[in-house]
């Protein structure tokens, strides 16, 4: 078996709503080979390394139903097997995964397998560990030729879950990350460790551990500060030992002489018990046990030694939740076995594991145990007497084996009330009380006892997960304490996607937001924007993007552009939204990474439509769309149409539901809301500059759906229309989306349309408007579209009849040749019966708009299909016509002129502002270096245009150069 691609997907996907990760697998040979062919030992080895393989239910739905699916007929495909057996590797570290999924991917042999995961480079190791296990378990003719046959299946798996505990969150911070999961709140891991997001933007919340993020920095000190703190806590009358801070070993001694022996040393700072020592009774241990200390703090403590029972008792938010008697790790002797065998008996408690993995920890017999039996005369192989307690740690902490029982509901009130005060003592929203007494159900003030510490940071297992006793959910009580009954805990949040219009939709309803008051942060196609501002360049409509928004303190309303790519890469960075909304479905992008159909295209975009939670919002006219409605749970489904006769829609208005129509009117055509039976008109499309006067049909349908999920999301009906009126498409705003120069003497639309339904829609503009001279057509397509895509593009072009057609090819050829983009769109528009002199193949993106633009008369209309937009958008603000240059040079011998600042070198990877038209000299235009042009043909002809200037082309007809005659 051989791994050919790997997806992991941080959260939902057309595989779950949850994350997974999805592998290609290649069977090989193996195709040939279900399980009951390698036979029925194969099975039987596999689940003796995996014994939990026999409690998989597999599609027979109850225990046992996967091993069934192996042994019965002819079995099942490895495949299979390999989805659960990652599944279950991941089990034995812990980690509750159930799900999994396997299909045949298309090709023989070959396989998609996904499966959930909690860590994501933790279940890539799983699926390595699982792959190789398989290997092992297979004929040796089988196996593949790189396969180390050294393999041992015991030393991997313990390697395995010590690898997943080093990046699993610790059993406190993740005890708290299910308590919000419980409540529905989401929550990001912000790094490898500990620190934990709980919440979305600016109603977020920070966890490290138990430490929050209201957690006073003072307080943290003081705990830390175990002098500091004993002398607070005395001062108080709360009880607390004689405590001594020294530097050296001989101070110790003395300091313990004056103290009284017995006595305890333990590091100035340490935590978990390490370092600490307790009982000593004279000198020689005194300055071992400072040697020890000093490992973990040059300052050691030294205080009087309290007997009586370890006790930690949390305080949440000046509450008592928890209390656990605490015993360090120990055997008791039966006369018969030694203390090794004891302790393997121990260890065999399903209930423990290695380290964090279960809820005890094995215990070992390390240089600490053996330390603790050499004082009793003891050695492993000693047999201790029947019912002798014989402890291997020093210290109670479940992390080194120790045990818990629950005392919360026996505890003393005084002891209670003495935790909360010193708690609050000390000023911690979540503190632990170290405190150790005869007996917990009786007052200290009458058999005594004392608080060791106060911790700023305890750990929650003990409680949740005790040895004995009811657990406690002290995780549920942090998460009550950050987030109050009815505090929120998220932002509203919006995704869009679609094949066209989901940027200029995302950029509408961010600007909606904004006027209304709100800290929008917006995803897009150029960048991550908060507030207005662009924070990060690139195009950010995948999970990452996401991320960074919702992650924000700062951002009140997400607005998520979702594109197909980051949907099909690595799914979506949150479980829900609150509107979800499809604009359409169509062909683009086509023939790649597995999606060849429409069909297919709209289940992974269908992935927004079902986790919308409140309401989704779908296009009406588009049947993939329409059909989404049956698979989302949101509370509405609100359709949007440009059709008032649409019939589908007029029900569903009937029944009480939501939907956006254009309906016209005497003033023009109306957007117009239906609501639980109200009729609510909204704006004239003419009034939105963005739909050109209402011409632009589809930043019509655009607007419907900004306003649709702007009401959806409960903006108000003014703040809706105001943010329409005054949103328009100049390239500042939203860039290589219909972006209209009118500063020439002729218009130039500029558009990033790549697929033949957005060159459609703007050629059917450019037929609309009133043009009284000619319409020119810098015609596109991007390289790595299927061949029937690229026809298509120049189909819907050949229709608009445009009077000069410019095909070119984009920077990046994407796999293509040279000029083989620009030559099928000249094929396809001949084909069409468009006639050869009214086609030009120009094939640098550059040397076509400039020639697009020269030809330009006053009264024409340029539509320009860009690729790089901002420096196609700078080539248009600073072109100037021979014209132009004839009045500059006039102007010049009359008045000195300079630069203005607007007309000043761009960057390319630059957004420019809209432009005036700029007076400069002649000679200081900024004008592009024309690139090396290849050299297609030796034969050469010439031709001359309206303007005077010759054009140079090849035998085939295509641009090689153009040379103004002065």
């Known amino acids: 078996m051989k791994i050919l691609d790997r997806n992991v997907y941080v959260g939902p996907s057309h595989y779950a709503h949850f994350p997974v990760i999805r592998l290609e697998v290649d069977l090989g040979e193996l195709e040939a080979w279900p399980t009951m062919r390698l036979g029925r030992g194969f099975t039987d080895t596999l689940v003796e390394r995996l014994p939990g393989l026999a409690e998989h239910g597999c599609s027979y739905g109850q225990p046992g139903g996967f091993i069934r699916?192996?042994?019965?007929?002819?079995?099942?495909?490895?495949?299979?097997?390999?989805?659960?057996a990652v599944l279950e590797v991941q089990s034995t570290a812990g980690i509750a995964v159930t799900f999994g999924k396997t299909r045949s991917a298309g090709?023989?042999?070959v396989y998609d397998v996904a499966f959930e995961y909690e860590q994501d480079d933790v279940g890539?190791?799983?699926?390595d560990l699982a792959l190789d296990l398989l290997h092992s378990l297979l004929p040796t003719d089988l196996q593949p030729d790189d396969f180390d046959r050294s393999f041992d299946w015991e030393t991997r798996r313990d390697g395995f879950i010590r690898y997943a505990q080093r990046r699993a969150l610790g059993p406190s911070t993740a005890s708290i990350v299910h308590a919000a999961e419980k409540r529905g709140i989401p929550w990001i891991r912000l790094n490898e460790q500990s620190l934990i997001q709980l919440g979305y933007g600016c109603h977020q919340q920070r966890i490290q551990a138990t430490v929050t993020g209201r957690t006073s920095h003072i307080a943290v000190e003081l705990a830390s500060d175990k002098e500091e703190t004993n002398k607070i806590l005395a001062n108080l009358g709360l009880p607390v030992p004689k405590q001594r801070l020294v530097q050296s070993a001989d101070r110790a001694v003395r300091e313990a002489e004056r103290i009284g022996f017995p006595v305890v040393l333990k590091p100035y700072n340490g935590n978990h018990g390490r370092g600490v020592s307790i009982n000593l009774s004279d000198k020689s241990e005194i300055r071992e046990a400072f040697d020890r200390a000093a490992e973990h703090s040059r300052s050691v403590i030294v205080e009087s030694f309290i007997t009586g029972h370890d006790h930690r008792m949390v305080v949440i938010d000046g509450e008592l939740v928890a209390v656990s008697k605490r015993e360090p790790g120990h055997v008791v002797g039966d006369g018969e076995h030694s203390i090794e065998q004891l302790v393997a008996f121990v260890n065999s408690d399903p209930r423990r594991g290695i380290g964090h993995e279960k809820v005890l920890t094995r215990i070992e017999l390390d240089a600490q145990a053996t330390g603790l039996l050499e004082k009793l005369g003891y050695t492993a192989a000693s047999v201790p007497p029947r019912d002798e307690v014989v402890y291997l740690r020093l210290t109670a902490n479940l992390s080194t084996g120790g045990t818990a029982r629950d005392?919360?509901?026996?505890?003393?009130p005084d002891n209670a009330e003495m935790a909360v005060r010193a708690v609050k003592a000390i000023g911690l929203d979540i503190g632990g009380v170290d405190f150790l007494t005869p007996d917990i159900t009786q007052s200290y003030k009458e058999i005594g006892g004392a608080i060791c510490e106060i911790n700023a940071a305890p750990g929650f297992r003990m409680h949740m997960a005790p040895s004995d006793g009811r657990p406690r959910d002290v995780a549920g009580k942090t998460i009550d304490m950050l987030f109050p009954a009815g505090a929120p805990v998220t932002i509203p949040i919006a995704a869009i996607t679609g094949t066209n219009g989901k940027t200029t939709t995302s950029r509408m309803l961010a600007h909606i937001h904004k006027l209304a008051g709100k800290r929008v942060g917006l995803t897009t196609t150029d960048g991550v924007y908060v507030d207005g501002q662009r924070t990060v360049v690139g195009d950010m409509?995948?999970?990452?993007?996401?991320?960074?928004?919702?992650?924000?303190?700062?951002v009140e309303v997400a607005v998520l552009e979702?594109?197909?790519?980051?949907?099909?890469?690595?799914?979506?960075?949150?479980?829900?939204?609150?509107?979800?909304?499809v604009i359409n479905v169509r062909a683009d992008h086509l023939g790649q990474k597995g999606i060849d159909t429409l069909e297919q295209l709209a289940e992974i975009k269908r992935t927004v439509i079902e986790i919308a939670r409140d309401t989704a919002v779908l296009n009406a006219d588009d049947p993939l769309t329409l059909r989404m409605a049956a698979y989302t749970e949101a509370k509405h489904v609100c359709y949007v149409t440009l059709n008032p006769d649409h019939e589908l829609v007029r029900e569903h208005i009937r029944a009480g539901g939501r939907a956006i129509a254009l309906e016209n009117g005497i003033n023009g055509s109306m957007i117009t809301i239906y609501d639980h039976g109200a009729h609510i008109p909204l704006l004239w499309t003419h009034l939105i500059p963005a739909t050109i006067e209402g011409k632009a049909l589809h930043n019509v349908q655009n607007a419907m759906f900004a306003a649709a999920m702007a009401f959806a999301m409960g903006v108000r009906l003014e703040d809706i229309r105001h943010g329409l009126r005054t949103f328009d498409t100049s390239f500042f705003q939203a860039p290589g989306r219909l972006n209209v120069y009118d500063q020439h003497a002729f218009k130039v639309l500029f558009d990033y349309g790549h697929n033949a339904d957005a060159v459609e829609q703007l050629c059917q503009l450019a037929n609309r408007l009133e043009i009284k001279g000619r319409r020119i057509c810098v015609l596109s397509a991007p390289g790595d579209r299927r061949d029937q895509d690229i026809i298509a593009?120049?189909?819907?072009?050949?229709?608009?009849?445009?009077d000069l057609y410019i095909c070119r090819r984009d920077d990046s050829r994407r796999g293509r040749g040279d000029a083989e983009v620009p030559q099928m769109l000249h094929d396809a528009l001949t084909a069409h019966g468009i006639i050869s002199n009214r086609i030009e193949i120009i094939v640098d993106e550059q040397e076509a708009i400039d020639t697009a633009l020269t030809r330009a008369q006053p009264g024409d209309l340029v539509l320009?299909?860009?690729?790089a937009l901002a420096r196609g958008w700078k080539q248009i603000t600073q072109f100037k016509s021979d014209a132009d240059r004839a009045t500059l040079v006039s102007t010049k011998k009359q008045v000195p002129q300079t630069i203005a600042p607007e007309a000043k070198e761009l960057a390319d990877d630059t957004v420019p502002p809209p432009v005036s038209p700029v007076v400069m000299p002649v000679a200081e235009i900024p004008r592009a270096p024309a690139p090396p042009r290849e050299n297609f043909s030796a034969t050469k002809k010439t031709e001359t245009d309206s303007l005077g200037s010759t054009i140079v082309r090849d035998d085939r007809g295509v641009f090689l150069a153009r040379e103004a005659n002065d």
Do not use: C, K, Q, Y
Request: glycine share 10%.
């Open 69 to 84: 699916r192996m042994t019965e007929d002819e079995g099942t495909w490895l495949g299979h097997v390999f989805e659960h």
């Open 107 to 109: 090709r023989d042999g």
């Open 124 to 127: 890539i190791e799983a699926a």
């Open 407 to 412: 005392m919360t509901d026996l505890v003393h």
């Open 541 to 554: 409509t995948g999970p990452t993007a996401a991320r960074i928004v919702l992650s924000d303190p700062n």
């Open 562 to 581: 979702t594109a197909r790519g980051g949907l099909l890469r690595a799914g979506m960075a949150t479980r829900h939204v609150d509107v979800g909304a």
């Open 793 to 802: 593009i120049a189909d819907v072009a050949a229709e608009a009849a445009f």
């Open 864 to 867: 320009i299909f860009a690729d």
